[in-house]
């Protein structure tokens, strides 16, 4: 797999809470790639968490610091990149997100809802209704997601190395058409 990728990262985008650091890590180890995920890089860079940063810089801060993280990360190669779940939102990640291969890890609000009920770490569910929250953030941002190159479908029996294999069989049937797209 990693001959065929030739080096090009793999950036995991979805919402909050769908595993991209997870099956991250793993989709890294499976490719002999690095991995890393933009929101540990850009609490080191900033000294302080997620929640601080979003207090004191509010969201747009939050954003050009995630921007400025992923044009620097870009600039290499074998990485598996865990995005965070808004990075969509700035047309200028795009440029930097089509450098590589992107993947879209997507599953029901329920299911996200369930998996963060106890974290306290995400700052836009911080909310009389995180529920409610989830569900206009995914309809906001679906549109976006749906533009990467591959789109799994997550459901909450799925082990994260399960995730990883589909991730996986699915890779070739892209490239083939991204290189034909490029031949052309």
Sequence with gaps: MSNLLRGVNLYLIGMMGVGKTTVGRLL???LGYGFI????????AAGKSINDIFTDEGETGFRQLESD???????YTKLTIATGGGIVLRQENWSYLHHGLIVWL???VETIFNRLLEDTTRPLLQDSNPESKLRSLLQQRQPLYSQADLHITITQEQTPEQIVATILAAIPSVLKTQVSQHQN
């Excluded at 995920?37 to 080191?44: A, E, L, Y």
């Excluded at 993280?69 to 600039?75: E, H, I, P, S, T």
Aim: glycine share 0%; net charge negative.
């Design 37 to 44: 995920d933009t929101d540990d890089v850009i609490v080191k």
């Design 28 to 30: 890294a180890q499976e």
């Design 106 to 108: 997507d599953c029901s």
């Design 69 to 75: 993280v992923l044009a620097q990360v870009c600039a």
